[in-house]
């Protein structure tokens, strides 16, 4: 089997999809930290950055307990889920800069990115959702007094709500696996193989 040569050029897919690795790595290390010192941090900041009327600021402070139980009742997976978070986003930092380096193992590390980060988050994912039912189960009353806020601006039933809230977690995990599944289509493909040097005979 040939091996992997430093490629001659960063090709416009190459420079992009490393960006992106740029983009994933630091984004996944930054929330490792924040979530290892504190669990509760990332929960806070999500919400914090939404913009809300008074009467949902009130709601949201009644709901801010609630919450907080649900973290502390799963701080131990959460904390396993930050080391992991801090572990993949300096791998994927490290991939990133052999990849922009022109490295010839660039393409493996890639490779190894797309198929840990695919794991991570299909793991990820389950104990997000997790918390985001109980956190519907717990706070049904809530819920509804956020959606009945909210219902003259977009109309929201507190079901669609409470579906909003769970399905969050999955939408965000399914956007970075096909990102991830992009790594490897173009890593692992034709194009990859031949920047590397590596074409079939």
Request: include cysteine.
């Amino acid at each position: 089997m040939p091996r992997a040569q430093p490629p001659t050029h960063r090709p416009f897919w190459m420079v992009v999809l490393a960006a992106t690795m740029l983009l994933f790595g630091g984004q996944t290390l930054i929330e490792g930290l924040l979530t290892v010192r504190d669990p509760k941090a990332i929960v806070r900041l999500a919400t914090r950055t939404q913009t809300r009327t008074p009467q949902e600021d009130e709601t949201q402070r009644k709901l801010e307990p609630i919450r907080d139980a649900i973290v502390d009742r799963h701080r131990a997976a959460l904390r396993a889920d930050a080391v992991a978070s801090i572990a993949i986003g300096l791998f994927v930092l490290y991939a990133t800069a052999a990849v922009l380096a022109r490295d010839p193992n660039g393409r493996r590390l890639a490779l190894i990115t797309a198929v840990v980060g695919i794991a991570f988050h299909a793991g990820s994912v389950l104990l997000w959702v997790r918390m985001a039912k109980e956190t519907v189960d717990a706070a049904g009353p809530l819920l509804s007094e956020i959606a009945a806020n909210a219902a003259h601006a977009a109309g929201r039933s507190s079901s669609q709500l409470a579906t909003a809230v769970v399905a969050r977690p999955p939408l965000f995990a399914a956007v970075w696996i096909g990102w991830c599944v992009l790594l490897l289509v173009y890593f692992g493909g034709r194009n990859g193989r031949e920047l590397y040097g590596l074409r079939r005979g």
